[in-house]
């Protein structure tokens, strides 16, 4: 393995001291007590980083498998589009020990990622989707890129591919569109990205979990208006669309 970059080595460090925001969780839900059947069902996706030829950090997405009906729920437990771009990620198993070991074990079976190759520095806060389920980012510093062969699960995976992270916090290649959900008026933001030939588009779930990864990693807002939704912090009747 080749030596290791300053810039990712710094990045670990910062990204260790990360302190989650208590305003995008949910005490009085994940409070001792609560019935089962009223907690919300657990997932976890994979941010992982890295440094691209460039200098510049990078994020690893997955482009949805064609096999997929309209948004149906694939192996992973999350509900999916054929076509739509994902981290990788998916629903707790009962073998899982926490949020990490589901990140990582959910990022080999989908795209062939081993995980001893991934550094995982921080968790954030859990990102809940109208379909009651916390969505919790784990964020990995994947040193070594050219270990990294991509080897995508055909039923799960089109594509395997990579943006810039600082992305996510520019108006450039960026559209909006305001939604309202229980009277709840927000943005729903939608990047889109050239790779060669092919045109990506990230948004949802995904685009808010990267715009809040940017965020943290460059210590700095993003250049447009964002306007969280404010059942980020977990009421199952009000969620994110996923």
Same mark, same amino acid.
């Given at each position: 393995? %080749? *030596?290791?970059?300053?810039? +990712?080595? =710094?990045? /670990?460090?910062?990204?260790? @001291?990360?302190?989650?925001?208590?305003?995008?969780?949910?005490?009085?839900?994940?409070?001792?007590?609560?019935?089962?059947?009223?907690?919300?069902?657990?997932?976890?996706?994979?941010?992982?980083?890295?440094?691209?030829?460039?200098?510049?950090?990078?994020?690893?997405?997955?482009?949805?498998?064609?096999?997929?009906?309209?948004? %149906? *729920?694939?192996?992973?437990? +999350?509900? =999916?589009? /054929?076509?739509?771009?994902? @981290?990788?990620?998916?629903?707790?198993?009962?073998?899982?020990?926490?949020?990490?070991?589901?990140?990582?074990?959910?990022?080999?079976?989908?795209?062939?990622?081993?995980?001893?190759?991934?550094?995982?520095?921080?968790?954030?806060?859990?990102?809940?989707?109208?379909?009651?389920?916390?969505?919790?980012?784990?964020?990995?510093?994947?040193?070594?890129?050219?270990?990294f062969n991509p080897v995508?699960?055909?039923?799960?995976?089109?594509?395997?591919?990579?943006?810039?992270?600082?992305m996510f916090l520019k108006?450039?290649?960026?559209?909006?569109?305001?939604?309202?959900?229980?009277?709840?008026?927000?943005?729903?933001?939608?990047?889109?990205?050239?790779?060669?030939?092919?045109?990506?588009?990230?948004?949802?779930?995904?685009?808010?979990?990267?715009?809040?990864?940017?965020?943290?990693?460059?210590?700095?807002?993003?250049?447009?208006?964002?306007?969280?939704?404010?059942?980020?912090n977990g009421n199952p009747?009000?969620?994110?669309?996923?």
């Amino acid at each position: 393995m %080749s *030596e290791k970059s300053q810039k +990712l080595l =710094s990045l /670990a460090q910062q990204l260790r @001291l990360y302190k989650p925001s208590d305003s995008l969780n949910n005490p009085i839900r994940r409070q001792n007590g609560i019935p089962q059947s009223a907690k919300p069902k657990t997932a976890a996706v994979l941010i992982c980083i890295f440094e691209g030829n460039d200098g510049d950090l990078r994020v690893i997405l997955t482009e949805r498998s064609s096999r997929l009906s309209s948004h %149906s *729920e694939s192996r992973n437990g +999350l509900r =999916s589009i /054929a076509g739509e771009v994902s @981290l990788p990620g998916g629903k707790r198993e009962e073998g899982d020990a926490d949020d990490v070991e589901t990140a990582l074990r959910e990022a080999t079976e989908e795209i062939g990622l081993d995980p001893s190759l991934v550094d995982v520095v921080t968790v954030f806060e859990p990102f809940m989707t109208k379909y009651a389920m916390d969505v919790v980012p784990v964020v990995g510093i994947l040193f070594d890129k050219k270990a990294f062969n991509p080897v995508p699960n055909v039923n799960e995976v089109e594509t395997v591919f990579d943006v810039p992270l600082e992305m996510f916090l520019k108006d450039e290649n960026r559209r909006e569109q305001e939604k309202e959900w229980m009277g709840d008026k927000y943005l729903l933001h939608f990047f889109d990205y050239q790779s060669g030939s092919k045109m990506y588009t990230i948004w949802a779930i995904t685009a808010s979990i990267l715009i809040r990864a940017a965020s943290v990693v460059y210590q700095r807002p993003p250049a447009f208006q964002e306007r969280k939704p404010t059942f980020w912090n977990g009421n199952p009747d009000k969620a994110i669309d996923t």
